[in-house]
């Protein structure tokens, strides 16, 4: 069991390029199947097999929030569904996964849902937060949280701590 996924990241570290589209198609496919079984609609044969199809039979069948303005680009296309926040205008790659964003949220035990934050940080660029706590040391502290592109993936981004109020470091 253990050996299976050595193999995987062993290959995603020799060509990120070419893992990561196809960790993205998994995790579309997978999305695109609990849709399907949670509907009970049929998902097409050709969503398994054509990122359009599949692209087409999630935009139909999840629906996705509207949020603003996007942080790359500045239209107000900004919205988000089960998996992903994205821009859907065209030539725009923004996207900030949900399980990125719940997992900072649960790292720092805020106490705020994750659409809610993205719809926020997309509107403000930058937001103070009271009382974060550190899972280490549960040490409280004040932050500015913000979205920032990722260092890692192009067109992907994240939720962190850009700035202390009065420049103080909270570690």
Partial sequence: MIAPALALLVEAERNIDAFVPQTH???????????????????????????????????????????GKCPACGRATLSGGAVVFDCRAPGCDFRLWRATVERFIAQFQLSVEATARVRD???????????????PRLARFDADLGLRESRVRQGTWDVAIVGFPNGKSAF
């Fill in 25 to 67: 198609w998994r995790v579309a496919l997978a999305l695109a199947r609990q849709i399907a079984e949670r509907q009970g609609v049929a998902l097409p044969a050709t969503a398994q097999t054509s990122a359009q199809a599949l692209s087409q039979f999630i935009d139909a069948h999840d629906p996705r929030e509207a949020l």
């Fill in 121 to 135: 940080l997309a509107k403000r660029k930058k937001t103070l937060y009271s009382g974060l706590a550190s899972q």
